[in-house]
């Protein structure tokens, strides 16, 4: 059976403690917790108390965690997602990276997602990639020492965006262990070559977090289940051959508004197409 999850980002208005008790309420198994500072902010005071806090309500609730680092104004107020590994002051990213791989070791977490980042304006393509290289490695030495695994995403308008740019990506740090790949089921569809249940055959072992939403063709924009292009149950049935264990977490980070109503809605969606794999599907 899968272990579905759902995102924080998506209770942007909700209090954790209390996106914690909605979720759980309605049968997820897990969440994806993105650190931010409505949500347990790295930055904040007394966060080892907070940290485990969250640790023992997630504990009570039966829900596993994996962290998750897209905040869009975390660091900097008046620039979003800025700034990345890839900008003059990366340090700032590293720092922020390094944090979260702490949060999540105190928290049991089952990964630590990242991604890229956009190229500045004014960064070559070269340099860029060698400020990736060099901020991955330095994260992927902290992940090491705390023992937790570091899924990293290609995010569509990204310097890395595909599964290619992260197999490169990959290459280029010595192909590590420690560094898996966090899918986005949604960002197969937008800009994948393959079929979306051959891009999760394609890296089966190297899967350490799934996210999962609904997407169309050419358009990075997430929707609910039913809205998009993508037929979910051959996708289930490819993690389920792939031999993934991990959540399976859905990502809708601009429907807060409406969170406890969507939320409900996706599992029970998730559900059905579960109940459905193995029949046969279009197409994807």
Not at 114 to 121: D, E, I, L, N
Not at 262 to 284: D, H, K, N, Y
Request: aromatic share 6%; net charge negative; hydrophobic share 40%.
């Amino acid at each position: 059976m899968t272990r579905f999850g759902y995102g924080t980002n998506g209770f942007a208005n909700h209090r954790l403690a209390d996106a914690l008790d909605v979720i759980a309420g309605l049968g997820y198994q897990g969440v994806a917790l993105t650190l931010d500072h409505c949500h347990l902010d790295p930055y904040a005071d007394g966060l080892a108390r907070r940290v485990a806090r969250v640790a023992d309500r997630l504990r009570d609730l039966g829900l596993a965690v994996v962290v998750e680092t897209g905040a869009r104004y975390l660091l900097d107020p008046r620039r979003k997602h800025a700034p990345t590994l890839l900008d003059d002051d990366r340090d700032r990213r590293v720092d922020f990276l390094s944090r979260a791989v702490a949060v999540g070791a105190d928290l049991g977490a089952e990964a630590v997602s990242f991604w890229s980042g956009v190229r500045p304006a004014g960064v070559d393509q070269a340099t860029a990639w060698d400020r990736l290289v060099d901020g991955c490695g330095r994260v992927l030495d902290v992940a090491r020492s705390a023992g937790v695994p570091l899924g990293f995403e290609p995010e569509p308008g990204m310097l890395v965006e595909t599964i290619a740019g992260w197999r490169t990506l990959h290459q280029a740090l010595g192909s590590p262990d420690g560094l898996g790949l966090t899918l986005d089921i949604g960002h197969c569809r937008c800009n994948e070559p393959a079929p979306v249940p051959q891009c999760v055959a394609d890296v089966a072992g190297h899967l350490v977090n799934v996210q999962i939403d609904d997407m169309r063709r050419g358009v990075h924009e997430h929707l609910e289940f039913g809205e998009g292009e993508i037929d979910f149950p051959p996708v289930l049935r490819a993690l389920a051959d792939a031999g993934y264990r991990g959540l399976v977490a859905v990502e809708l980070p601009r429907h807060s508004h409406a969170a406890p109503a969507v939320a409900a809605r996706s599992i029970e969606f998730l559900l059905r197409a579960e109940q459905a794999v193995g029949t046969p599907g279009r197409t994807t």
